[in-house]
């Protein structure tokens, strides 16, 4: 079984706490809090602001995706009570090697995202202190976008990688993830999976939330 982070990208921002508390009340695990700065990638989503609006309502922690360049200058501003993870792009970072140190300094537990170009033996060098790894499977910017089985045999390597050095990251996939096509990512490994359409648009989320979990 895995565990399930939506995406409120895909929540209806006009009612965003009433999304986010009924989400919270289907058996998630984290929220999935996208941030895109419409240069890392061709969007905009929202700001720290929105995110702590969010915190009085919020059940499960955060797990912050920042797909923004030089994310070194906004790491404190996504730090709460509330955030676990704080997951930077591998292809955004001129030393890797201190962001993940940024990140942890400031309170949070480190993930690093690769893109689907991305080769996964990029991160080779920082694996032992790196506590989450997002394995992009759509080119990110959007939600909705089709699932790219290139994902797997990455989520595959990482999975191996972890038990071959002994270390504890936890493996996370986003992106074009539903409950018809989650077995995928579990088989291949998975211990997080991030879903934005397919949670918020079920119309059963409480259904969907637990297939995609595999429960
Ligand atoms: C894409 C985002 C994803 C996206 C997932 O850039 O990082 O988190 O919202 O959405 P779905 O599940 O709809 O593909
Ligand atoms: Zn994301």
Redesign the pocket.
Known sequence: MAKIAP?I??ADFSRLGEDVKDVCSRGIDYL?V?I?DGEF?P?ISFGPDVMKSMNSIATVPYDV?L?IVKPDRYIEKFITDNTEFITVHYEACDDLASTIQHIKDAGAKAGVSIKPGTAPEVLDDYLADIDLILV??????????K?MDSSLPKIEYYAKKREELGLDYVIEV?????AGNAHLVRDAGIDII??????FKAADRTAEVAAIKGE
């Open positions: 995406s990208l895909a999935h996208d895109m990638v969007n995706h797909m992009m499977s759509v080119e990110p910017g959007f939600g909705g976008q699932f986003d992106g074009g993830v539903g991030v879903a934005g359409s397919a949670v």
